[in-house]
T-cell receptor, first 115, second 111 residues
Framework: DADVTQTPRNRITKTGKRIMLECSQT?????MYWYRQDPGLGLQLIYY???????NKGEISDGYSVSRQAQAKFSLSLESAIPNQTALYFC??????????????FGPGTRLTVL | EDQVTQSPEALRLQEGESSSLNCSYT??????LFWYRQDPGKGPEFLFT???AGEEKEKERLKATLTKKESFLHITAPKPEDSATYLC????????????FGSGTKLNVKP
């Protein structure tokens, strides 16, 4: 079984709809992240969480919100989806105990299309 | 400003033709430099973490090296299954909660 799983894997929705993307991990890591990737661009950090009670905005958090339900679960919500949120979304985890460096492990991604 | 630049943007090789991908970075204190492989429509797959200048790591046909300004991913005798986009990222000391990703090098290995 995959260490980092994301659901759904594909989603098509309409402008204005509320969407939730879910991420679960079995790696036992405290830190979790949400990224988006647009064609030809690098990964952009949306939100990150260093533990269950810690939530932080990344570089492109506008229009998104997150919830850390447990150490192993981190969900991303689009409150009112718009077409320019069409992208690939990735969840990642990291273990800070490795020399204080956060090697990130990514999930398989969710392809989101907003019409 | 911290940043990562990868070159070339795309690289086309014949099977068996060795080459190197470059990742140049500027960061105030390096905590770690990461290499990932990404296949189309899939999540980045972790390859290596390098921590300090002079460090080298190998995995099958791949070897990653690190200096104070750049990292190289050397691919020896590549095979078609090595075709993918290779991403580089850095984590700095002063802003350790930020990760700077390059735009990647798209490698195509022809049989």
């Amino acid at each position: 079984d995959a260490d980092v799983t994301q659901t759904p894997r594909n989603r098509i929705t309409k402008t204005g709809k509320r969407i939730m993307l879910e991420c679960s991990q079995t790696k036992g890591h405290d830190r979790m992240y949400w990224y988006r990737q647009d064609p030809g661009l690098g990964l952009q950090l949306i939100y990150y969480s260093f533990d269950v009670k810690d939530i932080n905005k990344g570089e492109i958090s506008d229009g998104y919100s997150v919830s850390r339900q447990a150490q192993a679960k981190f969900s991303l919500s689009l409150e009112s989806a718009i077409p320019n949120q069409t992208a690939l979304y990735f969840c990642a985890t990291s273990d800070h105990r490795d020399r204080g460096t956060d090697t990130q492990y990514f999930g398989p991604g969710t392809r989101l299309t907003v019409l | 400003e911290d940043q990562v630049t990868q070159s070339p943007e795309a690289l086309r090789l014949q099977e068996g033709e060795s080459s190197s991908l470059n990742c140049s970075y500027t960061v105030s204190g390096l905590r770690g430099l990461f290499w990932y492989r990404q296949d189309p429509g899939k999540g980045p797959e972790f390859l290596f973490t390098l921590y300090s200048a002079g460090e080298e790591k190998e995995k099958e046909r791949l070897k990653a090296t690190l200096t104070k300004k750049e990292s190289f991913l050397h691919i020896t005798a590549p095979k078609p299954e090595d075709s993918a986009t290779y991403l580089c990222a850095v984590q700095g000391e002063s802003n350790f909660n930020k990760f700077y990703f390059g735009s990647g090098t798209k490698l195509n290995v022809k049989p």
